[in-house]
């Protein structure tokens, strides 16, 4: 059975940096003290109109799929995790797959293409699916990509602000590659507690209505604004996040008898700096391995923990031989963690 090792990383953020005080001065009631005290986010990036999720993806993917030394006809699967796709369907994948230049010429590679709708686990439960066509030896490359394209979709009033200061744009990616060399992806395990699906989600239609989204006289489509924009009790979310996130990490730990502290860098979600500060300090992690750059994005969503690999391989903090915890929590509820010897 091969082994499956990242090859490859890569990440990239739209140009435009909004700052906590950009919101206070599009007119949300807030401040930069509250934002920074509640969450440790100072700036996130939102996209221009006319950019969306699979444009923000096809930087990120090419620099990936350029550091594993392949090109876009080398990859066996694209597995696209996104909550934030350009529409409803066909998913992003496909249009990355196409904007990639893999559908047409001399090097056109017709692979599968599939987006994951896990929210803030998408790029873990996308590894788990990268990870497993590998071992298997069912795909040499996989391309797993996490991109959200959030700026597009949130409530920039005082009403939406507890949502919309969290989150901002941007694209990760890496390639999942079949190895000979032991090591690479040890594991990974996820969770799911559908009981709570309703406690941070964003409706847009109900499809048990007829029609799915109510028309006006004129028959145009009139979306509510309790379903356009994403509703998240904050609380809940939080209480649930830490206990999650510190169990989904010792699952992973137990399944591979691996002791935490043999562990050198921890990628942890980047959904709240304090969410991340109690799994630390509860588990007794080292404040110097686990690493953050919510700062800079914000909560990223499924590009949050690629985004985080690539930018700690660029700065030296990620090297090769590293034993390296990922964990993510978020809508679904959903979960999950991963264990890789970079
Ligand atoms: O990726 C996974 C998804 N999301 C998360 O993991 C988020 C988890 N939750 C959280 O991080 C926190 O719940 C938040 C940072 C979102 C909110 O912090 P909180 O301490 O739970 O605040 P809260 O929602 O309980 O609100 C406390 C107060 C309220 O005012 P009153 O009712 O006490 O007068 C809010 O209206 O803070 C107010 N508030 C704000 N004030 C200034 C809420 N948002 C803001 C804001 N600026 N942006």
């Known amino acids: 059975m ?6 490859g990383t890569g990440f990239y953020v739209p ?17 930069h003290e509250w934002v920074v005290q509640r969450t440790g986010i100072e700036q996130r990036r939102y996209a221009d109109e006319g950019v969306g999720t699979s444009d923000l993806a096809l930087p990120a993917a090419r620099d990936a799929i350029a550091r594993a030394g392949l090109r876009p006809s080398d990859l066996d699967l694209i597995v696209f995790a996104t909550l934030s796709p350009e529409m409803a369907f066909p998913g992003s994948g496909v249009l990355l797959q196409q904007k990639l230049g893999m559908c047409d010429g001399d090097d056109a590679k017709l692979c599968g293409a599939m987006d994951i ?13 990268a990870s497993s066509a590998v071992k298997a030896g069912e795909a040499r490359h996989v391309l797993v990509v996490g991109a959200e394209t959030h700026s597009a979709a949130m409530d920039l009033s005082t009403q939406g602000r507890t949502v919309s200061m969290l989150f901002g744009d941007g694209a990760g990616a890496v390639v999942v590659s079949a190895s ?17 699906a309703e406690i941070l989600c964003q409706r847009v239609w109900d499809i048990r209505k007829r029609p799915f989204i109510p028309l006006d006289e004129h028959g145009v489509g009139q979306v509510q604004p309790s379903h356009m924009w994403a509703q998240m009790e904050g609380r809940t979310v939080f209480k649930h ?10 699952q992973a730990c137990w399944a591979t008898g691996t002791d935490p502290k043999d562990i050198d860098l921890f990628c942890f979600h980047q959904a709240n700096m304090r969410i991340n500060q109690y ?15 919510i700062q800079r994005y914000g909560n990223t969503t499924a590009a949050t923990i690629p985004i985080l690999l690539a930018e700690a391989e660029r700065d ?7 034993r390296v915890a990922m964990v993510a929590f978020g809508s679904g509820f ?3 963690s991963s264990l890789v010897d970079w």
């Open 241 to 250: 996040a830490v206990e999650k996130m510190c169990l989904a990490l010792m």
């Open 316 to 322: 030296g903090r990620l090297k090769r031989g590293m």
């Open 180 to 196: 000979e060399e032991p090591g690479g992806i040890l594991g990974t395990w996820l969770g799911a507690d559908g009981r709570f």
């Open 334 to 336: 959903t979960w999950g």
């Open 279 to 293: 799994v630390a300090n509860t588990l007794g992690l080292p404040e110097d391995k686990v690493l953050h750059n």
């Open 2 to 7: 091969p082994y499956a090792r990242i090859s």
């Open 117 to 129: 709708r896990n929210q803030c686990s998408g790029f873990l439960y996308a590894l788990k699916v």
């Open 15 to 31: 140009p435009r940096v909004v700052t906590n005080d950009d919101l206070v001065r599009i007119g949300i009631d807030t401040t």
